[in-house]
Each structure stands twice: as structure tokens, then as C-alpha cells.
């Protein structure tokens, strides 16, 4: 009857090392995906994200943070309410209950790597600077771009407002708008960019208050319009543009460009 019960345990013991859901998450085959569905758009070389999230050696000094921030909901920004209204968005990049769950118990496991082999396939992001429109739409019609900044290896936050002309001499309707910044150097350094309309001293006498045109930050590239809509450009208009620049520990001099 001992040796029964002593055997029983044993087999009771060695189910419960094998049920997937009690071993603890491990980097390549758990957190991987997750970070790669996520975070890595943000999160990788030649971004304004603090850190590549691509690897485990990249993530791995990182755990702690990253547990503390996913179970604040403070990353990935995504900033609607959990509780009221519509919660299902094609670009939603907000984590699960579940995603986050993972996230916590693989930093509390001691953020394990696990076996390589579990590592899922690299993603693929874009190695250039090239406008995301134009896989739908073709270059842009013109580029507008703004004065140049250099911002010191170590500093404040800067906010530069420049105001660039519009290459205009009759009314445009826009089909689509991008904004990036000119170089992938000055997109480590680009936190957001906004391009404000001035349309008050047009000479037609059709002006009226600033509006805004685009917004470009991290995850946001463009703005492309249904077929039959647009945004209204006249000529004698002008860009002012927002740029919230930040210091990587490297002089950048770089601008932000427009695509219409």
C-alpha cells in the first residue's frame, strides 16, 4: 500500500511538471510572440523607443520595467478606457489580460530565456526611410519640408516650430498625408510632429483659424482618406509645424518632411 501511495505521487508530480500551464513562461516561446505582435514596431533600432525589445540579451536587463509598465497599462500606449465604450480596433496594440498575465509571471520566474529552438521567425521592419503611402498610393504628389534642427547629445525636451510655404497656386484636395522625419538618425530623436494649417492671412480672403493637417508619432504614419473625401489646401496657406525633439546621448541634425 506504501509503495502504491509513493507511486502515486510520483506520477501525480511528474503531471504537474508536465502541464504547460504551471511551468512558468519563458522568453522564445511565450514572451517572443508577444513583443513581436506588440512592442517591436516602437521597440527596435533606429526608433525614439530607450531600447530594442527584439532579442532576449536586448530585453532581458529590462524585465523589471517592463513588468511594471504592462501592468500599468502605461505600454503599449493605448489610452481608451477598458471599461465603456467601443473596445475592438483593427490597430488595437494594447495588451490582453492574459498577454500581461504572461509578462508578469515570466519576470517573476526570474525572466527565463528558454530553449532557442522556441525562438518564432524574426519580423521583418522596414530598413529605409521610404514613405509607407506609397504602397498603396505612389510617391507623393509633393513633399513639404521644414527648417532643420540639431538637437546636443544631452539636453532638455524641444518643442520646434518652424513654418514651411506650400507649393501651391489653386486649391488641392488631399487624398493622403504622411509625415516622417528626414532621416533614420532624426528618428530616434522624434518623439511626435504635428502640421498645423495657418490659413488666417490667405489671400483669397478665405482664410479662417488653423487647422490641423497630420500627426505623425510612433505607430501613426499616415492619414489616408476614403474615396471621395479629403482635406481642402489653398493656395497662400502654410505649414507650422510641432516638433517634440528629444536627447539619445548623440548630436542628430535632421528635419521632418510632409507628403502629399
Known amino acids: ?23 512558468p513562461p519563458t522568453f522564445t516561446k511565450d514572451i517572443a ?13 533606429d526608433t525614439a523607443a530607450p531600447m530594442s525589445l527584439i532579442t532576449y540579451q536586448e530585453a532581458r536587463p529590462w524585465a523589471k520595467s517592463i513588468k511594471e509598465r504592462v501592468l500599468s497599462r502605461n505600454m503599449p500606449p493605448w ?16 495588451l490582453t489580460d492574459a498577454q500581461i498575465n504572461t509578462i508578469a509571471r515570466w519576470v517573476d520566474a ?31 504628389t ?9 538637437m546636443p547629445a544631452q539636453g532638455q525636451d524641444v518643442w520646434f516650430k518652424p ?16 509625415i516622417r522625419p528626414a532621416t533614420l538618425a532624426g528618428r530616434k530623436i522624434s518623439h511626435h510632429v504635428r502640421a498645423d494649417l495657418i490659413m488666417d492671412e490667405l ?26 473625401a479629403g482635406k481642402p489646401l489653398e493656395p497662400g ?3 507650422r509645424w510641432e516638433m517634440h525633439l528629444h536627447a539619445v546621448g548623440e548630436e542628430v541634425t535632421t528635419h521632418v518632411e510632409l507628403g502629399v
Open 142 to 150: 509633393f513633399v513639404v519640408k521644414s527648417a532643420e534642427y540639431t
Open 203 to 228: 489671400p483669397n480672403g478665405r482664410g479662417g483659424n488653423d487647422a490641423a493637417l497630420m500627426e505623425w508619432a510612433i505607430g501613426k504614419q499616415n492619414d489616408v482618406y476614403r474615396e471621395g
Open 237 to 239: 496657406a502654410r505649414i
Open 79 to 94: 489610452h481608451l478606457d477598458k471599461g465603456v465604450g467601443i473596445q475592438h480596433y483593427a490597430n488595437d496594440r494594447s
Open 33 to 45: 510572440p508577444i513583443f513581436q505582435a506588440k512592442c517591436e514596431e516602437c521597440h527596435r533600432k
Open 110 to 140: 526570474g525572466a527565463p530565456q528558454g530553449d532557442p529552438k522556441d525562438m518564432p521567425q524574426a519580423k521583418q521592419w522596414p530598413t529605409d526611410n521610404g514613405w509607407e503611402t506609397s504602397k498603396i498610393l505612389g510617391e507623393p
Open 1 to 23: 500500500m506504501h509503495r502504491l501511495c509513493m507511486a502515486g505521487s510520483l506520477v501525480a508530480v511528474v503531471a504537474m511538471a508536465a502541464d504547460p500551464s504551471t511551468a
Open 163 to 178: 513654418v514651411s510655404a506650400l507649393p501651391i497656386d489653386e486649391e488641392r484636395w488631399v487624398r493622403a498625408v504622411e
